[in-house]
């Protein structure tokens, strides 16, 4: 079974940086699709970056040009470097791991790391 392990939220005052890391049970090259949501209080899921097997990353405008996605296979992990970190940005952050299968998308979940950005 796929396990995906987030870690590196906190606080942090606005205008300032957090990594976040996803520890994946497997190589994140087997995966057809990762990124990151985001779930604030009140609000739905809401999809932050993602990047292909091949590397190519896609970003919700809100974060481009401060947030970067990428992926170290040699220690089966995703990171989501966050800079300029705004208020707004406060949320749980969750990764995802999408396989092909026949049917489709098998996606699996991480548990959450809590993002907040408060003075």
């Known amino acids: 079974q796929l396990q995906l392990v987030e870690s590196g939220g906190g606080l942090v005052q606005p205008g300032g940086s957090l990594r976040l890391s996803c520890a994946a049970s497997?190589?994140?090259?087997?995966?057809?699709?990762m990124g990151w949501y985001r779930q604030a209080p009140g609000k739905q899921r809401e999809l932050v970056a993602m990047m292909t097997s091949g590397g190519t990353t896609n970003y919700a405008d809100f974060v481009k040009g401060r947030f970067t996605i990428s992926g170290d296979n040699a220690k089966s992990a995703l990171y989501l470097q966050m800079n300029t970190l705004k208020p707004e940005d406060t949320a749980a952050y969750y990764c995802?791991?999408?396989?092909?299968?026949?049917?489709?998308?098998?996606?699996?979940w991480g548990q959450g790391t809590q993002v907040t950005v408060s003075s």
């Open positions: 995802f791991a999408d396989r092909m299968r026949p049917g489709g998308l098998d996606r699996s």
């Open positions: 497997g190589s994140i090259f087997s995966f057809a699709f």
